[in-house]
């Protein structure tokens, strides 16, 4: 594919290994070059990690929600490479490329 959309699917995957098994599963779709848009459910300034979280997806204030530095983290072993991000009132939108 040269594309491969995800809106909010991210949001619900709630493990680490459910996430990477996710975009490996992207990646084997994606041609070399190919594009993958992530949408995610942003963090809002008031909502903070703290040491009880676990891989950032465990607390109540924070679950569900990616800033596009973690998604970056996520996606960069995954050969993909952030092009682009915008935000809008409760979303984060970002274009990764395929290495």
Not at 32 to 42: A, I, Q, S, T, W
Request: glycine share 4%; with cysteine; net charge negative.
């Amino acid at each position: 594919m040269d594309l491969v959309l995800s809106t909010y699917v991210f949001n619900i995957i709630m493990n680490s290994a459910g996430r990477h098994a996710y975009l490996d599963n992207a990646v084997a779709n994606l041609k070399p070059g190919g594009y993958l848009l992530m949408e995610v459910r942003c963090r809002q300034p008031q909502e903070r990690c703290d040491t009880a979280c676990v891989d950032y997806f465990s607390c109540a204030d924070c679950s569900k929600t990616l800033t596009h530095e973690e998604l970056d983290d996520l996606l960069n072993p995954h050969g993909l490479r952030r092009i682009s991000h915008y935000y809008r009132s409760h979303a984060v939108a970002a274009i990764y490329q395929m290495d």
